[in-house]
Structure formats: C-alpha cells, structure tokens
C-alpha cells in the first residue's frame, strides 16, 4: 500500500472516529440536560452512551496505532495529502476535547443531583428520628387481670 493510500485510510478511519466522538458529546450534553429536567430518562440515555463507546472501543481495537501510522508515513506524503491527515487529526483532538468536557459536565449535573437526593432522603430519615424521639412512650402494661369467675 503505497503512503497515500495509507494516508487516505487513516483519514478516513479519522473522520469516522471523530464523528462517534462528536454523537458522545452530544449524548453528554443531553445527559447533563436530562439530569436536571427528567432524571427518569437517563438509564435509556446511558445505554445509548454505552452503544457509542463500544462503537469507539471496536474501532480502536481494529485499528490500533495511529499515531505509529501518521508517523511512519508522514514524511513520504505530497505536503498537500500531509496537510489533509494533520488537519483530520486536529479536528479529532478538538472533538475529543469537546467530548471530554460535556462529559465532565454532565458527571457534575449527575453528582449535584444525586447528592440533592441524598441530602432528601437524609432529612427525612432524620425527620422520622426526632418525631419519634418525641413521641410519648408507651404506657407501661397494667397489672394482669385474673378471671377468678370460672
């Protein structure tokens, strides 16, 4: 396979990359969104993040090792095809950048959340703890009557 071919693959395998990174930071975005709006839909969301990123995982594993690929052939392309490849590369890196950073933010939305329900649910168990601290005790059991009639 000559340099070129080699270079019109890798940005090929680039773009397709960067566009399951680009479909992640949307999911993201949407999961910070659903997090704060209807926090019921987010196990259908999560396993939509989590068919994404298996589709990342596999084309990762099936084709491993480019930055070992763009520099093997780097230096045998036409500047021209060279400035495609780099130029396919930093619009990954900036997808993934973007991805990166939704995803941090929809991790914090979740987190605020989940503490805001942990911090309910703490009030009212504590809430049942002192209502019940102040509740009247019981009476003592009277004295055992003793049907003498039979």
């Known amino acids: 396979m000559t340099p070129s071919e080699r270079a019109a693959r890798l940005t090929r395998e680039l773009r397709a990359r960067g ?8 999911l993201s975005r949407e999961q910070a969104r659903i997090a704060r709006e209807e ?7 999560v ?3 989590q068919a994404v990123m298996a589709e990342i995982e596999g084309r990762s594993a099936g084709a491993p090792g480019i930055p070992e690929e763009w520099a093997a052939i ?7 095809e060279a400035a495609a490849v780099q ?4 619009e990954v890196a900036r997808i993934l950048k ?3 950073e939704a995803e941090d933010e929809a991790r914090r939305v979740v987190e605020t959340a989940r503490d805001a329900v942990v911090g ?7 809430a049942r703890r002192a209502a019940g601290a102040y509740r009247a005790p019981d009476p003592p059991p009277g004295p055992a009557r003793l049907d003498l009639s039979r």
């Not at 566009?19 to 949307?26: D, H, Y």
């Not at 130029?87 to 930093?90: E, K, S």
């Not at 309910?120 to 504590?126: G, K, L, T, Y």
Request: glycine share 8%; charged share 30%; proline share 8%.
């Open 120 to 126: 309910e649910v703490r009030a009212a168990s504590d």
């Open 39 to 45: 926090p019921e839909g987010l196990p259908a969301l």
């Open 47 to 49: 396993t939509r993040k």
């Open 87 to 90: 130029a396919a590369l930093d």
């Open 19 to 26: 566009e399951a990174f680009s479909r992640l930071a949307s």
């Open 74 to 80: 780097r230096g045998d392309l036409p500047a021209g």
């Open 98 to 100: 973007d991805a990166m």
